[in-house]
Nanobody, 115 residues
């Protein structure tokens, strides 16, 4: 089992930056992959970025060039650095982890980008 705790959300002006953190309750090297997803009001949850236990990363088109997913193995934490934020990035951001056959989710952190 994996517990995930997100932090770092908040209110920022367009063009600003935020760094989200997702702390896992076990070694992230034992987790097949971790990812960031987001869900805006009235919309489906969508992928933002993922990172595997080998360090390979993938990004949604909307995140490429602006967002960076990274990890600190010693802290069992995955980060999402978000730059050049836009109002359309406003959403609840969720961290997830695929551990064995199961998928675990954090509680989410709100990101609001004002214009």
């Amino acid at each position: 089992q994996v517990q995930l705790v997100e932090s770092g959300g908040g209110l920022v002006q367009a063009g600003g930056s935020l760094r989200l953190s997702c702390a896992a309750s076990r070694s992230i090297l034992s987790i097949i992959a971790m990812g960031w997803y987001r869900q805006a009001p009235g919309k489906q949850r969508e992928l933002v970025a993922t990172i595997t236990n080998e360090g390979s990363t993938t990004y949604a088109g909307s995140a490429k060039g602006r967002f960076t997913i990274s990890r600190d193995i010693s802290k069992n934490t995955v980060y999402l650095q978000m730059n050049s934020l836009k109002p359309e990035d406003t959403a609840v951001y969720y961290c997830n982890a695929r551990f064995g056959p199961n998928l675990y989710w954090g509680q989410g952190t709100q990101v609001t980008v004002s214009s």
